[in-house]
Nanobody, 123 residues
């Protein structure tokens, strides 16, 4: 059974940085499609960034967030800089494709999900 475990969330002031990690197990599970989503209270889950053979970003985070991966450790990262109060949300890691026809930012595209890590940015 594939498991995704996120870490690295926390509370920071506006302008600060956080680095989220998502470890995918078992290590024998390999996928070239991983993504980060976020969901704020009362809002729909939205795509933040995705990595395949290239990277994709939501307009709201371009230039501030960077997605990367360590294949040897089966881990995907999200470096978040210049954080804003609007970035406050639960952040989720997703991996593996369930529906190839959907765009990277659609939650239904992905097969496996983590439990999430909370990011809170204060002004």
């Amino acid at each position: 059974q594939v498991q995704l475990v996120e870490s690295g969330g926390g509370s920071v002031q506006a302008g600060g940085s956080l680095r989220l990690s998502c470890v995918i197990s078992p290590n024998t599970y390999k996928t070239n499609t991983m993504a980060w989503f976020r969901q704020a209270p009362g809002k729909e889950r939205e795509g933040v960034a995705s990595i395949t053979t290239r990277t994709y970003y939501a307009d709201s985070v371009k230039g501030r967030f960077t997605i990367s991966q360590d294949n040897a450790k089966n881990t995907v990262f999200l470096q978040m800089n210049s954080l804003e109060p609007e970035d406050t949300a639960m952040y989720y890691c997703a991996a593996g494709v369930k529906d190839y026809w959907l765009p990277w930012s659609h939650p239904e595209k992905y097969r496996n999900w983590g439990q999430g890590t909370q990011v809170t940015v204060s002004s």
